[in-house]
């Protein structure tokens, strides 16, 4: 016989307690839940359905091709506002989708291939955060993972899209409209290129000749774009809420237990920076006196110690505000200080290790290793000011998205900068004043650095821009201009380079 309710006890005591994720904290459900992640049934937008067409037919061009660049920004912004339309985005998603097409834009004005990398992981970074408007560490770092999981999603929802507009219509007689549309286009568009050159030359930059393996990689590369942008969009519409899995604060650790190694952090911090205080009072003739070294060869050994420093001081924040208890305000005020203390004096070790770069590169120049760890110190420091105010506040929910906000806004400063062009422009100065300059290295920077270089004396020209002299030898299509490559292109020809 089936077991009946006992009816003495109610009806909440005889049903089994829910499972839960971590002990002692309140249970949170699936990552397939409903709840984390609602399914919907309603059809996707035509709109939405026009705009990833397009968009796939702008990536199958910008993304085969030999160059990046204008085509890049543009296909960032489609494939954001194919994403976002028709869908209720907050200020906060629309500030990080203009990040990401600044981000991507910059592929429009540099030509340095390691920096439009940079700039393209972070941009891909923002936009995730954009569609998907995580807003803990947690969803942050599952919504890196939610294109995976909205494959499927996006298919149906697709599907329930397509379904009732080819209702009628079958699939075989929407082939045939559209090939007989793209050979009346063919043909007549030939028949026009024909008749007059100006109209063949514009067709001519629009519709380039393409040999038939390079229009099955474009037509390939073009849906899987397509996919792609669906997939942005579904989850731009069903937004996953990861931020609701996050295990509840326990009790924590006693104030002794983490004050007492935090004050030791603090001491030998301050210790440190005594000692580069007494340094930077000696003139460095301290530093020369007792470590038998020069201050440039100091400065090189200390700078990446440094740089661990500073990276290991951030997860030490992040335990210590994960642990400590902050049940009396005696917590909260003994946490304050010594976590506010522990971010200043992290600020000024990366001051210090800034100085030690910087003195390092007036003795043996620029390099892009150099100039990019600069700029990630500088956002190290930026960080530990965030932290910093919000360990005042002991409130940090906004300080996910600040953490990845600077880090972009940092890296399109130093696109701002010109990277390379400030590199040549340097080492060009030190040569004119000490007559040292290395040819081979300044020859492997992209073109955005070929208006310092031409202001070398003929010998050394010739070598830093033959290459590049050769590489920016023919034209671009529209979707591949790059205005460095442009100023570069247009000095070379007014001043020819001789054989090195």
């Not at 298919?155 to 079958?170: E, F, Q």
């Not at 002794?256 to 460095?284: H, M, S």
Request: hydrophobic fraction near 55%.
């Amino acid at each position: 016989m089936p077991e009946t309710e006992s009816p003495d006890k109610p009806a909440e005591l005889t049903k089994a307690p829910p499972p839960e994720l971590w002990p002692g904290t309140h249970p949170v459900p699936p990552l397939w839940s409903d709840r984390i992640w609602p399914v919907s049934t309603a059809p996707a937008p035509l709109t939405v359905l026009i705009g990833a067409a397009a968009t796939g037919i702008l990536g199958a061009l910008v993304l085969v091709a030999d160059e990046i660049g204008l085509g890049l920004g543009l296909l960032a912004l489609a494939v954001l506002v194919t994403a976002l339309a028709n869908n209720a985005t907050t200020p906060l998603q629309v500030g990080f989708a203009a990040l990401s097409v600044a981000l991507f834009g910059v592929a429009t004005f540099r030509s340095a291939p390691w920096l439009i990398a940079l700039c393209i992981l972070a941009g891909a970074l923002t936009a995730l955060l954009a569609i998907t408007a995580g807003r803990t560490w947690t969803g942050l770092l599952l919504g890196t993972f939610a294109p995976l999981g909205a494959v499927s999603r996006a298919a149906r929802w697709t599907g329930r899209g397509i379904a009732p507009r080819t209702k009628g219509a079958p699939v075989g007689r929407v082939l045939v409209v559209g090939t007989v549309s793209v050979l009346l286009l063919v043909v007549f568009g030939g028949l026009f290129a024909g008749a007059d050159p100006v109209f063949a030359d514009l067709l001519g930059g629009l519709v380039p000749e393409v040999p038939p393996a390079l229009a099955i990689v474009r037509t390939i590369v073009g849906v899987l774009v397509t996919a792609g942008v669906l997939v942005a969009a579904c989850l731009a519409h069903q937004k996953p809420d990861f931020d609701a899995i996050i295990p509840a604060r326990g009790t924590g650790r006693s104030r002794l237990e983490w004050a007492i190694p935090l004050g030791a952090l603090n001491t030998l911090f301050a210790c440190f920076v005594v000692v580069q205080l007494v340094v930077l009072a000696d003139g460095n003739q301290h530093v020369l006196r007792t470590s038998g070294l020069t201050y440039a060869e100091y400065a090189r050994q200390g700078f990446w110690q440094l740089l661990a420093v500073t990276a290991l001081t951030l997860l030490v924040v992040a335990v210590v505000v994960r642990v400590a208890r902050r049940e009396t305000r005696a917590d909260r005020t003994t946490l304050r200080v010594l976590l506010g203390a522990l971010c200043v004096l992290a600020v000024l070790v990366v001051a210090s290790a800034l100085r030690r770069m910087w003195i390092y590169e007036d003795a043996y120049g620029f390099t892009r290793l150099r100039v990019l760890v600069q700029a990630v110190e500088l956002w190290l420091g930026a960080v530990f000011v965030l932290v910093g105010f919000a360990g005042i506040r002991l409130r940090g929910r906004w300080l996910p998205r600040a953490v990845i906000a600077t880090g972009a806004l940092t890296l399109l400063a130093l696109a701002t900068v010109n990277p390379d062009g400030f590199i040549a422009e340097r080492n060009v100065a030190r040569y004119a004043e000490t007559g040292r300059i290395d040819v081979a290295s300044l020859a492997d920077l992209s073109p955005d650095a070929v208006p310092a270089l031409d202001r070398l004396p003929a010998p050394q020209r010739a070598c830093a821009l033959q290459l590049m002299e050769y590489q920016l030898n023919g034209d671009e299509a529209w979707y591949t201009a790059n205005v460095g490559r442009v100023r570069a292109r247009a000095i070379l020809q007014a001043h020819p380079v001789k054989n090195c």
